[in-house]
């Protein structure tokens, strides 16, 4: 599966940003989507996840409140709505497929990431 990003930029603390992930490939709907994010000297964490058909969610609890997941199957393409972005939301956001081992979501070994999106918040 091939992942292609777009979106991120530049903000100040308050604003708004809106990620987008459009999925190529077989059976593009039929995974288990998100994103993780990178901020500078940390490890890649878990942001959110949406199911195949976009109703079901889970959200890291550093951004519940603030990030909306959404899937868009028609396009199929993937969404990270960011409001009231803090200074601590600066990282590299990648789209993904996610799996859960019971415990919490992870990147699957080996697979493919989107090629990554620097979202910067300035306060």
């Known amino acids: 599966v091939k992942l292609v990003q777009s979106g991120g930029g530049v903000v100040q603390a308050g604003d708004s940003l809106r990620l987008s992930c459009e999925v190529e490939?077989?059976?593009?709907?039929?995974?288990?989507m998100g994103w993780f994010r990178q901020a500078p000297g940390k490890e890649r964490e878990f942001v959110a996840v949406?199911?195949?058909?976009?109703?079901?969610?889970d959200y890291a609890d550093s951004v519940k409140g603030r990030f909306t997941i959404g899937r868009d199957t028609t396009k199929n393409a993937i969404y990270l709505h960011m409001i009231a972005l803090k200074p601590e939301d600066t990282a590299v956001y990648y789209c993904s497929r996610l799996n859960y081992d019971g415990r919490r979501w992870l990147h699957p070994p080996g697979d493919s990431w989107g090629q990554g999106t620097q979202v910067t918040v300035s306060s």
């Open positions: 490939g077989q059976f593009a709907n039929t995974y288990l």
């Open positions: 949406v199911s195949r058909e976009g109703g079901d969610t």
